[in-house]
């Protein structure tokens, strides 16, 4: 399966420290995504990198990706009550359409 | 700026009604459309997916159909619906180009089936 895999699949952090998550994927990609998901909502895209980026930042939010290791991670600094949502990467992988495939999410609830 | 306008929020509908939720999406042409169903506490299953009008591509054999009668609109519908078709709906578009961006969700629809 292409699909990610997020590690880990829950995650309580107290405000102000950090939340790491990681993703794991299995076939060569040509972007990877990480979307956010508000508990009964919609999904909101946060970030993409590209397979020849090795990290990208956006506010607080940093991006790291290891094409040889077919892995990524979230950093999200110093996490605030907000931020607790669920975390998805997806990768993009070929051409066409039907080329996103999501991973299983992380939750992560910040408490305040 | 583009937008994307999926409803019903919730529904609740009986066993062996119909259903039909309508995603619509402005400020673009030409997107590529998709149905997203998620399970509770689980990611997201590619239900179906359109390139163009009246043409949808089915990822997972379903009690459920899709069409696009208008290029911005993405209609997910079903003939009678089982307990099975329980879940939360999501519509999203993305450009027909894949470029820097992601694809942009709807809000979702909660569908319960009674």
């Known amino acids: 399966s292409q699909q990610g895999e997020e590690d880990p699949q829950a995650l309580s952090i107290q405000e102000g420290e950090n939340a790491t998550m990681n993703c794991s994927y299995k076939?060569?990609?040509?972007?990877l995504q990480w979307y956010r998901q508000n508990s009964g909502r919609g999904l909101v895209h946060l970030i993409l990198?590209?397979?020849?980026?090795r990290e990208k930042h956006s506010g607080r939010l940093r991006v790291t990706l290891d094409t040889s290791k077919k892995s990524s991670s979230l950093l999200i600094t110093a996490s605030r009550a907000a931020d607790t949502a669920s975390y998805f990467c997806?990768?993009?992988?070929?051409?066409?359409?039907?080329?996103?495939?999501f991973g299983t999410g992380t939750r992560l609830t910040v408490i305040p | 700026s583009q937008t994307i306008h999926q409803w019903p929020a919730t529904l609740v509908q009986p066993v062996g009604s119909p259903l039909s939720l309508e995603c619509t999406v402005e400020?673009?042409?030409?997107?590529?459309l998709y149905w997203y169903r998620q399970a509770a506490g689980r990611g997201l299953q590619l239900l179906f997916y359109?390139?163009?009008?009246?043409?949808i591509s089915s990822e997972v054999p379903q009690n459920l159909s899709a069409s696009r009668p208008q290029d911005r609109q993405f209609i997910l519908s079903s003939k009678k619906l089982l307990l099975s078709d329980s879940g939360f709906y999501l519509c999203?578009?993305?450009?027909?180009?894949?470029?820097?961006?992601?694809?942009?969700f709807g809000s979702g629809t909660r569908l319960t089936v009674v």
């Open positions: 999203a578009w993305s450009p027909t180009q894949q470029g820097s961006g992601g694809y942009t």
């Open positions: 076939t060569s990609i040509n972007n």
């Open positions: 990198i590209r397979s020849n980026e």
């Open positions: 997806a990768t993009v992988s070929g051409t066409g359409a039907n080329n996103l495939f």
């Open positions: 400020g673009t042409s030409n997107p590529n």
């Open positions: 359109s390139v163009g009008i009246g043409q």
